[in-house]
């Protein structure tokens, strides 16, 4: 397991991995484009230190339980104006979800034109970018949802 974790990231657990990190971006670059279309988030989670597991951290943290509460509203907010999850949405739908303004057109062809996206890079985006607008409770879909949601697409830029 360390293997493949210090292989799919650069936070080294204990230094086990001795590749470079032009190796990892390598070996990265293999795994195929339409494989990464259907993945909506490209996270690198870093690791969590001993004070944070045990609870002793002093930084305020949001439980599992105040997390699952805003997920539930999000989805109900979903439901209410939609009749299911953005996750549901067929392309026509979700056209009619994400009305960008000019900015966050400009800033969508410039994702797609830099990352190569394809029409189903491009819905995900759209998604999930509706997803991050329902998160914050905000009825329109805007340049900072869209920004965050290219930003998840972390693995499309490494292999540009």
Do not use: W
């Not at 493949?4 to 080294?12: A, D, E, P, Q």
Request: proline share 4%; net charge neutral; charged share 25%.
């Amino acid at each position: 397991m360390t293997f493949l974790y210090s292989i799919l990231s650069f936070n080294f657990v204990f230094d086990s991995c001795q590749d470079t990190p032009e190796q990892i971006i390598k070996y990265r670059r293999k795994i195929s484009g339409p494989l990464l279309d259907r993945i909506d988030c490209h996270l690198e989670v870093p690791a969590v230190n001993f004070e944070a597991l045990t609870g002793q951290s002093p930084e305020p943290f949001e439980t599992s339980a105040i997390v699952r509460e805003r997920v539930t509203a999000c989805q109900q907010s979903q439901l209410a104006r939609q009749g299911c999850l953005n996750a549901h949405l067929t392309v026509k739908q979700l056209e009619s979800q994400v009305i960008l303004d000019t900015a966050a057109q400009d800033l969508l062809k410039q994702a797609v034109d830099r990352l190569g996206l394809s029409a189903r890079g491009y819905h995900r985006l759209l998604r999930m970018s509706r997803t991050l607008a329902d998160m914050a409770q905000q009825p329109e879909v805007t340049s900072q949802h869209l920004a965050e949601a290219i930003s998840y697409r972390a693995m499309d830029m490494e292999r540009r």
